[in-house]
């Protein structure tokens, strides 16, 4: 007799997934979470000494399968390659997760604007590039889920942040289009949108307080909003009320304030 | 990609009464860890796990420390044997989480020993050789642990066990961190028949009764362990609540969330647990299970295992100032009079908390050289920070210890002196054999193991 074995749904799990850029601290809570109800895993990224512990730890957490990819998403041209490899990997993706992108130093760039290109490339136009590979392997499927993961940083340009803030920006307004394109194929488009997660992308910021979340806390609504068919999730849930009010604030109010 | 650490000031100890300055590294896999070990710097280093341990053991004020939390992959695990490999900031209740979920017919793999709280990771549950309520049947959780890669500060990486390195692998279980950094361990988990338990909760009057149900608790309950009234005297003293449990045929219940569902967000500047709320909260305890005096029933071993764990960090219930917390054994012979002369004193002094735990230990030997654990009795309980009245007791507890020929638990400890360490473990002089020069820890300086202070001895 079992007493209870609540919380694990495998039916509404997608059973194939594949992680772009699986190494990010979301990315590996999310495969832990999909390895804990049984999921074949396509693992991509640059680091493949990483890759291949990671694959081990899923494995042992209850993963059917691992198939490790290594692969650099700065290297625009190869992402169709990256794609086809994933694709074929267990015949077909039921969730495709975007997580690769580096957070940048803004003042840094601002000072040496050349460095700019490489930043936007990797955190809008490879994304962009590697989601137009996937769709049409989607569209053709008729099922499944794209989700990439944006940031609230793309809400709204702040001078903190805007040109991180502008890639971001750039990939929700991809993904609207995107989403609208895949509607009729019956294809979700998630458009993953956290604040402050304790990651290694973060490490160098100052940690603690309410507004930090653990990357755990992300994964877990990222999977409940893939089950929910969800076109856009903020995470954790107060950021949606947070940038609803930035995204409100008058013109001459918001010019006045320094975040 | 070098590893870079930051100065931090917010690695406290438990029971809040250590912090310090420490240069962090905070690596994500195993090379990075080795990197952060050997970085140079001068400073000595320590392994910091998921901060469980009550006072300066696991921290090393003014030089480094390597947060293992990110080493938290698992490695392999055998389904047959039950053998599981995993990086050292995996924490006890991943792998219940991962790893311990029930068969259809009830049965699983469970840890084979576990501490009171499951949130530690297996390299700080190794580098203390802690125990659980099963101690007098399955021992410490050294006694489980096949083997471990111990990376050591001249940049090796040896991998020890009872066969290969017997030696440094004795030294390493319960060596509080100081024989190099523990990168990955080997552990054998224990097949039940249930992961869910059966029960037991018995009302007692005083010392005589706790040990004799312990004694006819030992054949046939593999958890055992009793609530103290701490506050209790004359008659009374030495009352409480036994509780016994063991794993229960057929009955699987899967593992506890890994977040509390009850979070205490900040510590009070004045702590709610004061004298009056403790006599409340004592008499109303002591007389929870009603006219009977006992209770049983059937469920999951979340709250035989982990009552505090349902909390979110809970010490920061004491206040702003802190806690300390002490636990000695004392061994078997002297065992009645020595935890009635503690309690006497402790009730005389009106100090000591809701938490007050004793247990019988059984004379399972560890494979470590100062391992805390042998046969006996053991106390624990925790001391609001007081100042001086409170070391003032904590004093007169360990001179009462130590002329009973017990010993206290470094990963408890913040104040027990040099000579009270070194009495009570005499195997000190084996273990410093073995230790790392490039490591140290606020503990090992207080009680004298650091190396410059060896040097000098």
Known sequence: MTLTAPSRSPSSSPSRAAIFGANSGIAVAVARRLAASGARIVLIGRDGEAIAASARDLLVRGAAEVVEIAGDFAAIGTTGDIVERAWTAFSGIDLALIAYGSLPDQAALEAAPDAVEAMLSLNLASPAVLALHLASRFETQRSGVIAVITSVAGDRGRKSNYLYGAAKGGLQRFLEGLRHRLYAARVQVLDIRPGFVATRMTEHLPRGGPLWAEPDRVAADILRAVERRRAVVYTPWFWRVILGIVCALPRPLFHRTSF | MPISGSRRSDYRSWGGTVAGEHLVYRPRSLADARAALTATGGASVLAYGNGRSYGDVGLNPGGRLIDCRGLDRFIEFDRQTGIVTCEAGVRLADILAALCRPDPDGSGWFLPVSPGTRFVTVGGAIANDVHGKNHHREGCFGRHVLGLDLARGDGSVLSCSPQSQPDLFAATIGGLGLTGLILSARVQLRRVVGTGVEAEDIRFAGLDDFFALAAES?????????????????????????????????????????????????ALPLSPLNRLTLLAFNTAYFHKLGRRGRRRWVGSYEKVLYPLDKIGDWNRLYGARGFFQFQCVVPNTVARDAIAELLARIAASGQGSMLAVLKTMGDLPSPGLLSFPMAGASLALDFPDTGAPTRQLLAALEAIVVAAGGRLYPAKDSVMSAETFRRGYPRLPEFLRYTDPAMSSGFARRVGLDNRLREAA
């Open chain 2, 218 to 266: 030992e054949a046939g309950w593999e958890y055992t362990a009793a609530w103290i009234d701490c506050l209790a005297t004359g008659a009374a003293l030495g009352r409480g609540i036994f509780s016994r449990a063991r794993h229960h045929a057929g009955i699987g219940v899967p593992p506890p969330a890994l977040d509390p569902k009850i979070a205490i967000p900040f």
